[in-house]
Nanobody, 115 residues
Framework: QLVESGGGLVQTGGSLRLSCAASGRTSSSYTMGWFRQAPGKEREFVAAITWYDNTYYLDSVKGRFTISRDNAKNMVFLQMNSLKPEDTAVYYC???????????WGQGTQVTVSS
């Protein structure tokens, strides 16, 4: 089970830190990622971190977002800086293969960036 938290309403240029808690199976053995779905759009890949801490990102968030993990706590994080209105979406975490989600979805956490 994946539980996302940390979303909220921020102004353009603001920051948020999202958290994903994985219960049951450990996330430490998997590549974990963040996805987002904006209103009226398909869910898209945002960032991922491998079990050996390599990271990769959607081009539009490179340099602004940072994914990290705490294997001891079975958690994954997404630090989002310099937020833009186009970052507004519901954010989800999941295990990934490449940029393809592998598991079930949690409830997500809403991020709203006001202009």
């Amino acid at each position: 089970q994946l539980v996302e938290s940390g979303g909220g309403l921020v102004q353009t240029g603001g920051s948020l830190r999202l958290s994903c808690a994985a219960s049951g199976r450990t996330s430490s053995s998997y590549t974990m990622g963040w996805f987002r779905q904006a209103p009226g759009k398909e869910r898209e890949f945002v960032a991922a971190i491998t079990w050996y801490d390599n990271t990769y990102y959607l081009d539009s968030v490179k340099g602004r977002f940072t994914i990290s993990r705490d294997n001891a706590k079975n958690m994954v994080f997404l630090q989002m800086n310099s937020l833009k209105p186009e970052d507004t979406a519901v954010y989800y975490c999941n295990s990934v293969q490449g940029v393809t989600p592998r598991g079930s979805w949690g409830q997500g956490t809403q991020v709203t960036v006001s202009s």
